[in-house]
């Protein structure tokens, strides 16, 4: 079973940055793939960025693209993402998920095996 723990959600203001974390539990953090995904209110859950188990690849949705930045600490056993220049539309619930058994990059929900309890990420214009 792993365990993801995410932090760093808040509000804040279109422009603006901010940076979660997500920390697992566990000693084979490394093994992972891990995903970061959003859901806003009333849509289906997204897909975001992900990044290969030595993070030496990475993969972003096309309306973060440029402004989103997925790294990792396998040592730290911590996933990151970076958001700059926020807009009101990335408001959403912010989830990690971690596929302990890839067999490729993964982009779709059904990929992932454990999902981070989520934190609200609010923009405001």
């Known amino acids: 079973q792993v365990q993801l723990v995410e932090s760093g959600g808040g509000l804040v203001q279109a422009g603006d940055s901010l940076r979660l974390s997500c920390a697992a539990s566990g000693r084979t953090f490394g093994t992972y793939v891990m995903g970061w995904f959003r859901q806003a209110a009333g849509k289906e859950r997204e897909f975001v960025a992900v990044i290969s188990r030595n993070g030496g690849y990475t993969y972003y949705a096309d309306s973060v693209k440029g402004r989103f930045t997925i790294s990792r600490d396998n040592a730290k056993n911590t996933v990151y993402l970076q958001m700059n220049s926020l807009k009101p539309e990335d408001t959403a619930v912010y989830y990690c998920?971690?596929?302990?058994?890839?067999?490729?990059?993964?982009?779709?929900?059904?990929?992932?095996?454990?999902w981070g309890q989520g934190t609200q990420v609010t923009v405001s214009s």
């Open positions: 998920a971690a596929d302990p058994s890839p067999s490729y990059i993964a982009t779709t929900v059904y990929d992932y095996d454990y």
